[in-house]
T-cell receptor, first 116, second 110 residues
């Protein structure tokens, strides 16, 4: 069974640009969540989707947005990039989700974003 | 007060010893708790989940939960150099959303 796939793995952008990151969950997993990981702040929750609906959102500015498609694939977008957005962005999928949730997350390898 | 707190370490133990990793959380309504392991340059992977007070054992790993004290721990018996990694404690915030601690780095020396 293929794992969570994230693309691109590495990217370099400049301040003010925007970026779109993609995530394909494990087959059969309908919940997809996104996390930002930095050395100073650790892993911070961005948002979580189930059946194309955002169910939870972390404490990030509106420049961070996401969506989920009918095939459960997800994208996140960061607009007007700032230097502080440099981080590893991790996508995770989980199996259950409609009536509750599970913290048993399966992470992708991440997309490492560098903002210059 | 931070939602999930862990000692950043590093925690250094010799091979074969028991490594004890600790975590406290602030939200009393939390019901689900997890330990993830993250090797350097890799993504986190789930190693233990615990939902009820008491101990849960899986191989060399034992998770302990005390909801009254808002405390979760992970014991690794017979520690191996391959256990050297950062261990992340996580608390479920609802649905499939987790709040993570910043992690404890474990170093197991041969």
């Amino acid at each position: 069974k293929a794992g969570v796939t994230q693309t691109p793995r590495y990217l370099i952008k400049t301040r003010g640009q925007q970026v779109t990151l993609s995530c394909s969950p494990i087959s059969g997993h309908r919940s997809v969540s996104w996390y930002q990981q930095t050395p100073g702040q650790g892993l911070q929750f961005l948002f979580e989707y189930f059946s194309e609906t955002q169910r939870n959102k972390g404490n990030f500015p509106g420049r961070f947005s996401g969506r989920q498609f009918s095939n459960s694939r997800s994208e996140m977008n960061v607009s007007t990039l700032e230097l502080g957005d440099s981080a590893l962005y991790l996508c995770a999928s989980s199996f259950r989700g409609r009536t509750g949730g599970t913290g048993e997350l399966f992470f992708g390898e991440g997309s490492r974003l560098t903002v210059l | 007060q931070k939602e999930v707190e862990q000692n950043s370490g590093p925690l250094s133990v010799p091979e074969g010893a028991i490594a004890s990793l600790n975590c406290t959380y602030s939200d009393r309504v939390s019901q689900s708790f997890f330990w993830y392991r993250q090797y350097s340059g890799k993504s986190p992977e789930l190693i233990m989940s615990i939902y009820s007070n008491g101990d849960k054992e899986d191989g060399r790993f034992t998770a302990q939960l005390n909801k009254a004290s808002q405390y979760v721990s992970l014991l690794i018996r017979d520690s191996q150099p391959s256990d050297s990694a950062t261990y992340l404690c996580a608390v479920n915030r609802g649905y499939s959303t987790l709040t993570f601690g910043k992690g404890t780095m474990l170093l197991v020396s041969p």
